[in-house]
Protein backbone atom coordinates (compact mmCIF):
# COMPACT_ATOMS: atom_id res chain seq x y z
CA UNK A 1 0.00 0.00 0.00
CA UNK A 2 1.37 3.46 -1.26
CA UNK A 3 1.44 6.35 1.08
CA UNK A 4 -0.80 7.97 -1.32
CA UNK A 5 -3.68 5.10 -0.71
CA UNK A 6 -3.13 5.03 2.80
CA UNK A 7 -3.55 9.12 3.25
CA UNK A 8 -7.01 8.63 0.95
CA UNK A 9 -8.28 6.03 3.57
CA UNK A 10 -7.22 8.29 6.19
CA UNK A 11 -9.42 11.27 4.61
CA UNK A 12 -11.96 9.24 3.96
CA UNK A 13 -12.66 7.50 6.86
CA UNK A 14 -12.38 11.10 9.05
CA UNK A 15 -14.43 12.36 6.35
CA UNK A 16 -17.22 9.77 6.97
CA UNK A 17 -17.27 9.70 11.34
CA UNK A 18 -18.09 13.35 10.32
CA UNK A 19 -21.32 12.55 8.10
CA UNK A 20 -19.53 12.97 5.11
CA UNK A 21 -19.30 11.58 1.77
CA UNK A 22 -15.27 10.41 1.15
CA UNK A 23 -13.61 12.78 -1.62
CA UNK A 24 -14.75 12.07 -5.15
CA UNK A 25 -12.15 9.87 -6.77
CA UNK A 26 -12.08 9.82 -10.70
CA UNK A 27 -11.19 7.20 -13.53
CA UNK A 28 -11.19 8.71 -16.65
CA UNK A 29 -13.98 10.94 -17.18
CA UNK A 30 -16.13 9.12 -14.56
CA UNK A 31 -16.10 10.21 -10.43
CA UNK A 32 -17.31 7.73 -7.97
CA UNK A 33 -17.48 7.48 -4.11
CA UNK A 34 -17.10 4.18 -2.73
CA UNK A 35 -17.78 2.65 1.21
CA UNK A 36 -20.60 2.86 3.66
CA UNK A 37 -19.64 -0.16 6.05
CA UNK A 38 -21.05 0.32 9.19
CA UNK A 39 -24.48 1.89 10.03
CA UNK A 40 -23.46 5.49 10.24
CA UNK A 41 -21.47 5.52 7.13
CA UNK A 42 -24.32 3.78 5.51
CA UNK A 43 -26.74 5.99 6.26
CA UNK A 44 -24.64 8.79 4.63
CA UNK A 45 -24.21 7.07 1.10
CA UNK A 46 -28.34 6.62 1.42
CA UNK A 47 -28.68 9.91 2.20
CA UNK A 48 -26.02 11.02 -1.36
CA UNK A 49 -28.02 8.32 -3.63
CA UNK A 50 -30.37 10.66 -4.75
CA UNK A 51 -27.42 13.21 -6.18
CA UNK A 52 -25.82 10.39 -7.84
CA UNK A 53 -26.89 9.17 -11.16
CA UNK A 54 -26.13 5.47 -10.34
CA UNK A 55 -26.07 3.76 -6.79
CA UNK A 56 -24.55 0.01 -6.60
CA UNK A 57 -24.95 -1.78 -3.63
CA UNK A 58 -22.97 -4.83 -3.03
CA UNK A 59 -24.23 -7.24 -0.18
CA UNK A 60 -24.10 -10.47 0.87
CA UNK A 61 -27.43 -12.46 2.45
CA UNK A 62 -27.79 -14.68 4.72
CA UNK A 63 -30.44 -16.35 7.03
CA UNK A 64 -32.74 -13.15 4.86
CA UNK A 65 -30.88 -10.63 6.23
CA UNK A 66 -28.47 -8.07 4.19
CA UNK A 67 -24.65 -7.67 5.59
CA UNK A 68 -22.75 -5.21 4.58
CA UNK A 69 -19.61 -5.79 2.28
CA UNK A 70 -16.28 -4.50 0.90
CA UNK A 71 -13.76 -5.89 -1.73
CA UNK A 72 -15.99 -6.17 -4.59
CA UNK A 73 -14.91 -5.78 -7.80
CA UNK A 74 -17.22 -3.38 -9.52
CA UNK A 75 -17.44 -2.92 -13.58
CA UNK A 76 -19.92 -0.47 -15.22
CA UNK A 77 -20.09 -0.89 -18.94
CA UNK A 78 -22.75 0.50 -21.54
CA UNK A 79 -24.82 -2.50 -23.06
CA UNK A 80 -22.93 -2.66 -25.66
CA UNK A 81 -19.91 -3.46 -24.01
CA UNK A 82 -17.79 -0.29 -23.55
CA UNK A 83 -16.24 -0.19 -20.20
CA UNK A 84 -16.83 2.54 -18.34
CA UNK A 85 -15.69 2.03 -14.81
CA UNK A 86 -13.54 -0.71 -13.62
CA UNK A 87 -13.21 -0.32 -9.12
CA UNK A 88 -12.69 -1.80 -5.96
CA UNK A 89 -16.00 -1.14 -4.05
CA UNK A 90 -14.73 0.13 -0.06
CA UNK A 91 -17.88 -0.95 0.98
CA UNK A 92 -21.35 -1.78 0.06
CA UNK A 93 -22.22 1.28 -1.78
CA UNK A 94 -20.87 2.78 -5.04
CA UNK A 95 -22.21 6.34 -6.18
CA UNK A 96 -21.23 6.91 -9.94
CA UNK A 97 -21.50 10.16 -12.03
CA UNK A 98 -22.44 8.56 -15.55
CA UNK A 99 -23.90 10.58 -18.38
CA UNK A 100 -27.64 9.21 -19.32
CA UNK A 101 -27.98 5.27 -20.50
CA UNK A 102 -28.32 1.83 -20.37
CA UNK A 103 -25.81 0.18 -18.70
CA UNK A 104 -24.42 -3.05 -16.93
CA UNK A 105 -23.05 -3.69 -13.48
CA UNK A 106 -21.21 -6.56 -12.50
CA UNK A 107 -20.07 -7.20 -9.10
CA UNK A 108 -17.45 -9.87 -8.45
CA UNK A 109 -17.17 -10.92 -4.63
CA UNK A 110 -15.24 -14.24 -3.50
CA UNK A 111 -15.08 -15.51 -6.95
CA UNK A 112 -18.72 -15.12 -7.18
CA UNK A 113 -20.50 -12.71 -10.49
CA UNK A 114 -23.42 -11.11 -10.11
CA UNK A 115 -24.57 -8.94 -12.98
CA UNK A 116 -27.43 -5.99 -13.56
CA UNK A 117 -28.98 -3.99 -16.33
CA UNK A 118 -29.85 -0.22 -15.16
CA UNK A 119 -31.05 3.02 -17.02
CA UNK A 120 -29.92 5.88 -16.03
CA UNK A 121 -32.40 8.52 -17.08
CA UNK A 122 -31.60 12.62 -18.04
CA UNK A 123 -31.73 13.88 -14.03
CA UNK A 124 -32.57 10.62 -12.53
CA UNK A 125 -30.90 8.15 -10.38
CA UNK A 126 -30.87 4.05 -11.09
CA UNK A 127 -30.10 1.55 -8.56
CA UNK A 128 -28.26 -1.79 -8.83
CA UNK A 129 -28.58 -4.25 -6.19
CA UNK A 130 -26.20 -6.77 -6.52
CA UNK A 131 -26.83 -9.35 -3.31
CA UNK A 132 -24.61 -12.72 -2.98
CA UNK A 133 -26.47 -15.63 -1.25
CA UNK A 134 -24.20 -16.19 2.19
CA UNK A 135 -22.06 -19.21 2.49
Known amino acids: ??????????????ALAQGALPPEQRIGD???????????????????????????????????????TSGAQV???????NPVLSARAEGPFMLVRVPPGDY??????SGRVLTRDVSVGAG????????????
Do not use: H, N, W
Open 1 to 14: MTLLSVTAAFVSCA
Open 30 to 68: IAFVTGGVGDEQATVFKQAMPSYPLAIEVLRTSSGRGEY
Open 75 to 81: VVTTRSG
Open 104 to 109: QVQATL
Open 124 to 135: GSARAVLAFAGD
